[in-house]
């Protein structure tokens, strides 16, 4: 079956990097690409960006512009997002998703399990 | 940027009653809407997609309409595992969440 799995929960201090990973199976992972959303304790979901497993083609959100970097590495079919300047704020669950698109629209099927980040000094 | 608007906050629903969702968008969106569902402790699930079209594996009782602004999920006989967040989706942009508990 198609699945995502991601690394374990990691835990940084104030201004350090982190890089989570997403190992896909089930599929042919160069088909579609892959997408990063995060939620905060108690919050809802926040989308980070989206990577193609292709060509490189990348999407951030504007607010994470110069701190994320989202890569493929499609010898092992495996997704990261490498996120640094770490604030307290970011502590969150980061999630990969399989991103489904089509010329109009696009959803995110399946999940990864989620690698909570835990930023504090 | 599309905003989307889901209400109520929290819906409260006793088992083996309909529930009904609302995700509005602040401008139209054709028919581009998903629906996930997700439990405490648990990634998000796919539920819907394309506004009315099941995800491989989710049960009939769970369905998605409309188009443009106005979005409805209903659960049409909502059992044990039903109670969770449904969060709606358009591109980038997620709905704030509804949460369905137990009445």
């Known amino acids: 079956q198609v699945q995502l799995v991601q690394s374990g929960a990691e835990v940084k201090k104030p201004g350090a990097s982190v890089k989570v990973s997403c190992k896909a199976s089930?599929?042919?992972?160069?088909?579609?690409?892959i997408s990063w959303v995060r939620q905060a304790p108690g919050q809802g979901l926040e989308w980070m960006g989206w990577?193609?497993?292709?060509?490189?083609?990348?999407n951030y959100v504007q607010k994470f512009q110069g701190r994320v970097t989202m890569t493929t590495d499609t010898s092992t079919s495996t997704a990261y997002m490498e996120l640094r300047s770490l604030r307290s704020d970011d502590t969150a669950v980061y999630y990969c998703?399989?991103?489904?698109?089509?010329?109009?629209?696009?959803?995110?099927?399946?999940w990864g399990q989620g690698t909570l980040v835990t930023v504090s000094s | 940027e599309i905003v989307m608007t889901q209400s109520p906050a929290t819906l409260s629903v006793s088992p083996g009653e309909r529930a009904t969702l609302s995700c509005r968008a602040s401008?139209?969106?054709?028919?581009?809407l998903a629906w996930y569902q997700q439990k405490p402790g648990q990634a998000p699930r796919l539920l819907i997609y394309?506004?009315?079209t099941r995800a491989t594996g989710i049960p009939a009782r769970f369905s998605g309409s409309g188009s443009g602004t106005e979005f409805t999920l209903t659960i049409s006989s909502l059992q044990s595992e039903d109670f969770a967040v449904y969060y709606c989706?358009?591109?980038?942009?997620f709905g704030q969440g509804t949460k369905v508990e137990i009445k």
């Open positions: 998703a399989r991103d489904i698109a089509t010329v109009t629209t696009n959803w995110f099927d399946p």
């Open positions: 089930g599929y042919t992972f160069n088909t579609y690409g």
């Open positions: 990577t193609s497993a292709n060509n490189g083609k990348i």
């Open positions: 401008q139209s969106v054709r028919s581009y």
């Open positions: 394309g506004a009315s």
């Open positions: 989706q358009h591109q980038e942009t």
